[in-house]
């Protein structure tokens, strides 16, 4: 009976100690004025995001005395986190995750954000906001809204492309960047030749080749999302479609695919890449250097080019983009801080260091790119229209799973084109 | 019983079986070790140490990664959910074990029936539930859905516990004049000991490792517990391509368990032996 | 003995409200949300809105949702063979007379007091990876170079994979089970069957089967319940979104009603209500089991 007694109290105490600092947090402002924001994020605490974003809030700080912030780190399960505890009435003053995501998703939620777009801040030197986010962003942010609308602040800014080996590509011989689907099997082929295996791609982002190739060959995601949604069968009957897995079945048989490809559990196809067995990695964003810098290092020659132009398709001129983005809740108490915080890191000095501590691309067009994806820049500037993630495949959740798994077969090698169509067909 | 024991050349494949599977988690777990104190390029080139041992990958994961404040967590969920089932459950279990009345069968087929419900069946009205009384973001709110989630199983357990238990006992209390709920808190409850230690290894080893719940219901860092804080440490490595900090955020994981195991490996058998057997 | 009203009422109050908090109220609600359209879990009720049927009916025609069923299914059956023979053969091992007895059984038992997802990290970053996996340099050892390619973690294996990643993790609890069993078998009872001349083989079919009917049905019992929580496997084994190979019911359901991972997620797929309708289905088909393991062990019961 005692013991029991002493459990029970232990057990209070310990629950005294661990609910104190929860509820305390609330009482502490002595300051009626100070302001504070609670900033949900999606960076895990050790990520170099994380800490840059860490030290230009602490900066925020200093230079606005009435704001406090605080951050919480939730990682990538935010998704599934953060609309809930809005339902639930938690205080999130400003959040993050990708640009399309929190548009499209969360817009009911968020405060309007044009008017703010119009004002300078002290980190867009003298100009308006506006004038220093990529127009193009702008643009697509806008066509995300359901009303044409600015709700979110962008960063981070990203493109979709394939990335190579440039000693490789020298090694063999390779002069020029291939800008269609000839001229990528002839790089194959050559790269072949001299010794190394050609292409590599992770089950992660399998889906991506068959989404822009599909693209280019349609010229538009709709029909792509046509295709992918269709029950009966008979739109993956259209020529375009085996042709394309023609073209996909002569890259396996070329023997230019790695032999690791259907087996690839993200990252091991990236690090085939990285540790120079494989010289193409197939689609990917342009975090992708970062990612595998560990076994790279920094001074591993990264190289980068559209998706080539199909076969009866269109040109290279569409591909995937996009950010990441801030969000502000519009029940926020001091919209104006939230939003001078979200400018104030996604503009000046601190997009500068974000970009240089993650080697990935600034939002400001005038600053360079990091060597590592320079040539990404190019690319972003060139693209003339917006082909959604995967191309459009991941619209129905049914049928994504079982296309990506047929898709890898055939990059495999281990179905022709025309079972590639009929599988996938018999599946749905 | 002695089924097999002729001789012991007989036995030799016996042995063989059992130290290749032991083998095997031996090389399972000891890989990840070695791992996680090499580089990331030494384990994706297959070159484990080569460059020496890097204790670096620890210190990334302890100090950057909280994994203090998540053991902390699990600790204080396992713990006060553990005891609260206890002393929630005994007295349940014994009234139903010890006293005739109408219902008795019915919450006695409830609490068992409960046992088969799947956590998907009720996850979600428990969540709609917790975020309109905004309890989403305490650490009371995990306690005690563990302790409700828990309870039927510990009832039934004890319930027939209670009934291999004489009844003599009460009988001399209640002549000396001792109330009968006096008894069961002086008397019967401490002679349900070794039932109440089985049961609580039992719960205790499932809480310990419980993820989903704590998926949902626990939303920050301060609140995750082990499960749930190493699924987010994982994923955050992996997306900084640090993979030997990934595993190091394993061991760490791993080896304050594994101690614990080889320590009290005999009892933690017993409980859960005792706990399946009579469920 | 003396039976006190108070007493009775203070006991069983708060098992009571705890089960009626988190068994009763729940199932109810659940049950009533999986025949209504509900995007968010956090709904009112207010804005639910009734659909009859029209969940299990989406459901039904999800072809990830069936491919989900089958892999539950996979997981049960083969799973549920796999295990429990290679546990009885360990319990019987064990339990005749090795030495080292209680080292074997801790370290058997281990894979399952460590966190799942630390043992699934485990398996699929190491155990399975082709280019330096265990398994990879094992086959490489012996030789045999086409045992050694194989690829765990392609789609037409990764099911596999995780099957046997789950599996091995699992055998551990059951050998528990089983020696306990075992053991509580009176020894006098093989003693006689051998005066009658019994082989090995006579006496466990005809002694500890019969007599461990009961261990059994408590065991395919205690599997169908876990297998219907098949969680955390899928999750490690494929972090993203759900593939064809690993979905399971639980991950669908957890993707309808709190988001899917892909970047491009249509916030009109969000549907509790049929997330619920996949609890009620989880339910009826435990359930089912529960009656057919009854019906089969029906008359089979063996009390010693």
């Not at chain 2, 089932?85 to 069968?105: H, Q, T």
């Not at chain 3, 009854?294 to 019961?301: A, E, I, P, S």
């Amino acid at each position: 009976m005692k013991k029991s007694i002493g459990f029970l109290l232990s057990i209070l105490m310990i629950l005294a100690v661990f609910s104190t600092p929860l509820s305390a947090a609330g009482q502490q402002d002595s300051n009626p004025d100070a302001k504070e924001l609670v900033y949900w994020s999606m960076w895990n605490e050790t990520e170099p995001q994380a800490m840059v974003l860490k030290d230009a809030i602490k900066e925020f700080e200093k230079s606005n005395p009435d704001v406090k912030v605080t951050i919480q780190w939730n990682g990538r399960e935010i998704r599934k986190t953060l609309q809930p505890a809005l339902d639930a009435g938690t205080e999130i003053d400003i959040w993050d995750e990708d640009l399309e995501r929190i548009v499209k998703t969360w817009q009911p939620y968020a405060l309007k954000l044009d008017d703010y777009y119009g004002q300078s801040y002290p980190s867009t030197n003298g100009k308006s906001f506006e004038d220093t986010v990529m127009k193009s962003l702008q643009a697509h942010l806008k066509t995300l809204s359901t009303d044409k609308g600015l709700y979110a602040v962008p960063y981070q800014p990203y493109v979709v492309s394939v990335f190579y080996n440039k000693d490789h590509f020298d090694k063999a011989g390779i002069t020029s960047t291939p800008t269609n689907w000839d001229e990528f099997l002839a790089v194959c082929s050559k790269l072949k030749a001299a010794g190394f295996t050609p292409v590599t791609i992770d089950d992660a982002y399998m889906d991506l080749p068959l989404g822009m190739h599909l693209n280019r060959k349609f010229g538009n995601p709709d029909a792509v999302e046509a295709l992918v949604k269709d029950r009966s069968g008979k739109l993956w009957d259209d020529p375009k479609v085996l042709e394309t897995a023609k073209e996909f079945e002569a890259l396996a048989k070329g023997g230019y695919m790695s032999e690791q490809v259907a087996t690839n559990k993200w990252p091991a196809g990236q690090q085939e890449v990285a540790t120079d067995q494989v010289s193409i990695y197939f689609l990917n964003g342009t975090w992708l250097p970062n990612e595998v810098m560990g076994t790279t290092g920094p001074d591993f020659k990264w190289g980068q080019f559209a998706y080539p132009a199909v076969p009866n398709g269109a040109g290279a001129g569409a591909g995937t983009f996009g950010a990441q983005g801030f969000q502000i809740n519009k029940d926020c108490a001091a919209p104006d801080a939230a939003f001078a915080l979200a400018a104030h890191l996604t503009s000046g000095k601190w997009d500068q260091e974000l970009s240089a501590n993650t080697f990935g691309a600034p939002m400001d067009t005038s600053m360079e790119w990091p060597v590592q994806i320079k040539e990404s820049a190019a690319i972003f500037a060139s693209l003339k229209s917006f082909v959604p993630w995967s191309g459009g495949l991941a619209a129905d959740p049914d049928a994504f799973p079982i296309v990506k798994a047929e898709f890898t077969r055939l990059l495999a090698g281990q179905v022709t084109a025309e079972e590639f169509i009929a599988n996938i067909k018999s599946n749905l | 019983m002695k089924l097999f024991n002729k001789n012991t050349i007989k036995k030799i494949p016996s042995y063989g079986i059992l130290s290749l599977w032991v083998l095997f988690t031996a090389v399972l777990i000891g890989w990840i070790m070695i791992a996680s104190l090499s580089t990331t390029r030494e384990i994706f080139t297959n070159t484990l140490l080569k460059s020496g041992v890097h204790f670096s990958n620890y210190t990334k994961a302890l100090i950057n990664h909280n994994v203090g404040q998540y053991f902390l967590n699990s600790l204080l969920y396992t713990f006060s959910a553990g005891f609260s089932i206890l002393i929630i459950s005994a007295p349940c279990a014994y009234v139903l074990a010890r006293f005739e009345f109408k219902g008795n069968k019915l919450i006695q087929n409830l609490f068992v029936g409960s046992l088969g419900v799947p956590i998907i069946m009720i996850i979600l009205p428990l969540f709609a539930l917790a975020s309109q009384l905004r309890m989403t973001n305490s650490r009371i709110l995990l306690i005690i859905l563990y302790i409700c989630i828990t309870t039927p199983f510990t009832v039934f357990f004890l319930l027939s516990f209670f009934k291999t238990l004489s009844t003599s006992f009460e009988e001399a209390a209640a002549i000396d004049g001792c109330s009968p709920i006096r008894t069961f808190w002086t008397i019967m409850f401490p002679l349900a000991q070794p039932g109440l230690i089985t049961v609580g290894i039992f719960n205790f080893i499932a809480l310990w490792n419980e993820y989903f719940i704590a998926l949902v219901f626990a939303n920050t860092s301060e609140q995750r517990p082990l499960a749930v804080g190493l699924m987010t440490m994982i994923q955050s490595m992996r997306y900084t391509g640090d993979w030997a900090g990934m595993f190091a955020a394993v061991v760490i994981v791993f080896v304050p368990t594994f101690l614990l195991y080889i320590f009290l490996s005999e009892k933690i058998i017993a409980g859960v032996t005792g706990g399946a057997i009579k469920g | 003995m003396k039976q006190s009203k108070s007493m009775m009422v203070l006991f069983l109050t708060p098992a009571l409200v705890t089960f009626a908090t988190v068994f009763i109220y729940p199932i109810i609600r659940t049950v009533f949300m999986s025949f209504y359209y509900v995007k968010t879990v956090t709904d009112s009720f207010g804005k639910w809105e009734f659909v009859g049927f029209g969940n299990y009916g989406k459901l039904m025609a999800s072809s990830m949702f069936i491919q989900s069923l089958k892999n539950l299914g996979n997981i049960w059956l083969w799973g549920g063979i796999g295990v429990f023979l290679i546990a009885i053969l360990f319990s019987m091992i064990l339990t005749s007379g090795v030495k080292g007895k209680s080292f074997y059984r801790a370290a058997i038992y281990l894979p399952n007091v460590v966190s799942a997802i630390a043992m699934a990290t485990m398996w699929i970053q190491y155990a399975f990876n082709s280019k330096y996996g265990l398994f990879f340099q094992f086959f490489s050892f012996l030789g045999m170079d086409n045992a050694a390619a194989f690829q765990w973690t392609s789609p037409d294996n990764q099911f596999y994979a995780m099957l046997i990643a789950y599996s091995f993790g699992m055998v551990g609890y059951y050998v528990l089970i089983f020696m306990a069993g075992i053991e509580k078998i009176p020894s006098d009872y093989y003693e006689a069957a051998k005066l009658e001349g019994a082989n090995m083989f006579h006496q466990f079919r005809h002694i500890t089967i019969p007599l461990m009917t009961d261990v059994f049905r408590t065991s395919i019992v205690m599997w169908s319940i876990s297998t219907v929580a098949f969680f955390i496997w899928s999750q490690v084994f494929s972090p993203l979104d759900p593939d064809v190979g690993t979905i399971v019911p639980m991950v669908y359901m957890y993707n309808l009603v709190f988001g899917r991972n892909l970047t491009l997620t249509d916030p009109t797929l969000l549907n509790a209500g049929a997330g619920a309708a996949v609890g009620v289905l989880m339910t009826l088909l435990v359930l089912l089991t529960f009656s057919m393991v009854n019906l089969v062990f029906r008359d089979k019961k063996l009390e010693f």
